[in-house]
């Protein structure tokens, strides 16, 4: 059965629910279509201890704030899939849940969106699924003979599944700091922390409101032209959350340069020197969840697809949100998302 729509949305996480409240306002006709079975997008997948980076005020969609959460500077993210649950109802977003989009097509003057519960005809499409379904794993020499556990960011939940083990964990940004601290907190657990560079901690003083406010400065830089603002902090860097802040200062998290390669019971160094593991985790990153929109045949270097703003290049009737900073300043954050969906629901508009 193929069903119509002006405007079908890829996505129901917090990217595609800022889209539906811009496209909701400008009273346009639209389906939200997401593959989990319940609101929340990626944060109801999250490990149990996650805090986000900024005090819940700095955390919100578009049109709604989300409340503070009691004792908490640093909202939990099960507070977040709340006040994603909530914002779905509240601006009563037409979101299919468990619907999986496959593939996204031409088809003359329209685009054609192939789920597995049926075909929509869009005159636009906007992509919304983030990276979370797409975990990169490096190649990294003797991952297939280690006989340990091997998972990444996706796949933790709790220093109780690795109670007596000893775990490396593989990463220097947030959240190889914020995983390798909730394991050496634990006390039960044996941790190596292994990174490329040498970690570096922001001041603690500095949370996501100023990231944001040093993502959106860069881009505007780049976009007149010039090379960087000059910043005080990298967007790669360490935000100190309480958690981070207790491991780091009681001494517990001191990394150790990348080894060279996996064995079957450990990791090894370019030196020799060996240290044993039961698990190693990677917290590696993400690359962008694009595979629906191949058929399209628009990807460029390093598998983006080229935008202007949100738009692709090759393609008017589509929009890209939450990939990252090249569809809009910290837009795969929930403070940095609203306004690339404003932008893309605006161009939208005009285009229909």
Known sequence: MTQHADVVVVGGGQAGLAAGYHLRRRGLDFVILDAGAAPGGSWQHMWDSLHLFSPAP??????????????????????VVDYLTDYEKRYDLPVQHGTRVDAVRRN????????DTGTWRAKAVISATGSWPRPFLPAVPGRSVFTGRQLHTVNYRSPADFAGQRVVVVGGGNSGAQIAADLALDGDVEVTWVTQRPPRFLSD?????????????????????????????SLGDIVAVPPVRT???????????????LTDDGVQWADGRHTGADAVIWCTGFRPALAHLAPLNLRGARGHIPTAGTGALGEPRLHLLGCGDWTGPASATLIGVGRPARDAVREIAGLL
């Open 58 to 79: 700095y955390s919100s969609l578009p049109g709604r704030l989300m409340p503070t959460q009691p004792g908490e500077t640093y909202p939990e993210a099960g507070h």
């Open 108 to 115: 003359a003057d329209r685009l054609l969106v192939e789920a």
């Open 247 to 261: 491991a780091r200062d009681a001494g517990l998290l001191q990394a150790k340069p990348m080894f060279a390669r």
């Open 205 to 233: 003083d500095i949370d996501g409101r100023a990231l944001f406010d040093i993502a959106t400065a860069r881009r505007r830089a780049l976009d007149a032209g010039r090379t960087d603002t000059g910043g005080v902090a």
